[in-house]
T-cell receptor, first 110, second 114 residues
Framework: GQNIDQPTEMTATEGAIVQINCTYQTSGFNGLFWYQQHAGEAPTFLSY????GLEEKGRFSSFLSRSKGYSYLLLKELQMKDSASYLC???????????FGPGTRLSVLP | KAGVTQTPRYLIKTRGQQVTLSCSPI?????VSWYQQTPGQGLQFLFEYFSETQRNKGNFPGRFSGRQFSNSRSEMNVSTLELGDSALYLC?????????????FGPGTRLTVL
């Protein structure tokens, strides 16, 4: 089967650092993606990992461990505009379907 | 470069009717995927089209169908609408680069079934 787990909700303070975890079990693996989705809007691409390790993009970093079926998205210097849902997705079956997790709703408080 | 466009943005239908949604991918992208998003189920994959052929299909009933035209535009059709079909329907076009596949989502069509 295919299963992707993320925490449902997280809260953090403006200026802080937050780590959003994602664990997955899928048939095949061809990349893990993180998307940001603001309420009422479409998801937007944040990051892509296919090899183990950390990928850094400005205030956002994403980590992958394929042996553990685990990834995290790290957001630094949080801003109010970072309040959104963060979706973890895996491309499975060696380049076929995208399987999305339920999303983590992040609230950034002043 | 224009983004993914979807029409219509909002739609209200009644049970038993059918509906057709349209998606135009980013120019040069040949892969189009459709998703259904609901508060309870999250984003669920419907199907993917590549060069006018259905390449993948999710676990949805046969009432959900789609097609892709030679210009890569895609349509999704839902027949015999049910209340549970009320959702945001998202279309995404995929670009393949050395960094892998990246999906770009359109704004979605919000379908309400009464």
């Amino acid at each position: 089967g295919q299963n992707i787990d993320q925490p449902t909700e997280m809260t953090a303070t403006e200026g802080a650092i937050v780590q959003i975890n994602c664990t997955y079990q899928t048939s095949g693996f061809n990349g893990l993606f993180w998307y940001q989705q603001h309420a009422g809007e479409a998801p937007t691409f944040l990051s892509y990992n296919v090899l183990d390790g950390l990928e850094e993009k400005g205030r956002f970093s994403s980590f992958l461990s394929r042996s553990k079926g685990y990834s995290y998205l790290l957001l630094k210097e949080l801003q109010m505009k970072d309040s959104a849902s963060y979706l973890c997705a895996v491309r499975d079956n060696y380049g076929q379907n995208f399987v999305f997790g339920p999303g983590t709703r992040l609230s950034v408080l002043p | 470069k224009a983004g993914v466009t979807q029409t219509p943005r909002y739609l209200i239908k009644t049970r038993g009717q059918q509906v057709t949604l349209s998606c135009s991918p980013i120019s040069g992208h040949r892969s189009v995927s459709w998703y259904q998003q609901t508060p309870g189920q999250g984003l669920q994959f419907l199907f993917e089209y590549f060069s006018e052929t259905q390449r993948n299909k999710g676990n949805f009933p046969g009432r959900f169908s789609g097609r892709q035209f030679s210009n890569s535009r895609s349509e999704m059709n839902v027949s015999t609408l049910e209340l549970g079909d009320s959702a945001l329907y998202l279309c995404a076009s995929t670009m393949t680069t050395g960094a892998g596949d990246t999906q770009y989502f359109g704004p979605g069509t919000r379908l309400t079934v009464l």
